[in-house]
């Protein structure tokens, strides 16, 4: 069965503390592994999307890594306007989403 | 402004009274779906359209129908919702453009109540 989990569940970090979200994928053929941000009542927002093994993506604060059995989602130097939760999705068709239950980031001043 | 539209926002009913939840998209995308977020259990899909006149089920499709009868248009229709549909209700569409993986751009969340 196609699974993706994502840990921790939830994480508080200090502004400008540096640190990482993981997911974990068993999605067979994955085709595509996402990054979407959520925040409370909203739809998620696509981040990033990481086709293959090695394969690395930035955008502002964030950066999404891809290996064969795992995703990472750093952040550096976190501002509290990045707290939202972030989730993970795979796929193998190309057209349905696996996700994964989400990080919920908190970033304090 | 490229977007994803639901309607009704919110919307509180009762048991066994149909209701259809609209969704629309102004990219000219051929997949739309539709997802339900529950707490603990994370996003679902409960359908997906690959284009007009082509539907499939997701993972939770019981007690749910869906039309594609336009390509902007996806509704949802609960034929007779039930409290365990109580849920936050979530439409994405998608342009294919990416050959095998398909980035979904979703639309605002329609939270519906079922008593």
Same mark, same amino acid.
Request: proline share 11%; aromatic share 6%; net charge negative.
């Given at each position: 069965e196609d699974q993706v989990t994502q840990s921790p569940e939830a994480l508080r970090l200090q502004e400008g503390e540096s640190s990482s979200l993981n997911c974990s994928y068993?999605? %067979?053929?994955?085709?595509g592994l996402f990054w979407y941000r959520q925040d409370p009542g909203k739809g998620p927002e696509f981040l990033f999307t990481l086709y293959s093994a090695g394969e690395e993506k930035e955008k502002e604060r964030l950066k999404a890594t891809l290996t064969k059995k795992e995703s990472f989602l750093h952040i550096t130097a /976190?501002? /509290?306007?990045?707290s939202a939760t972030y989730l993970c999705a795979g796929s193998n %068709?190309?057209?349905?989403l696996n996700f994964g239950k989400g990080t919920s980031l908190l970033v304090t001043p | 402004e490229a977007q994803v539209t639901q309607n009704p926002r919110y919307l509180i009913t009762v048991t066994g009274k149909k209701l259809t939840v609209t969704c629309s998209q102004n990219?000219?995308?051929?997949y739309m779906s539709w997802y339900r977020q529950d707490p603990g259990l994370g996003l679902r899909q409960i359908y997906y359209s690959m284009n007009v006149e082509v539907t499939d089920k997701g993972d939770v499709p019981e007690g749910y129908k869906v039309s594609r009868k336009e390509k902007r248009n996806f509704p949802l229709i609960l034929e007779s919702p039930s409290p365990n549909q109580t849920s936050l209700y979530f439409c994405a569409s998608s342009d294919g453009s990416h050959a095998g993986a398909y980035e979904q751009y979703f639309g605002p969340g329609t939270r519906l109540t079922v008593t």
């Open positions: 068993t999605v %067979s053929g994955l085709r /976190p501002k /509290p306007e990045d %068709s190309g057209y349905a | 990219m000219n995308h051929e």
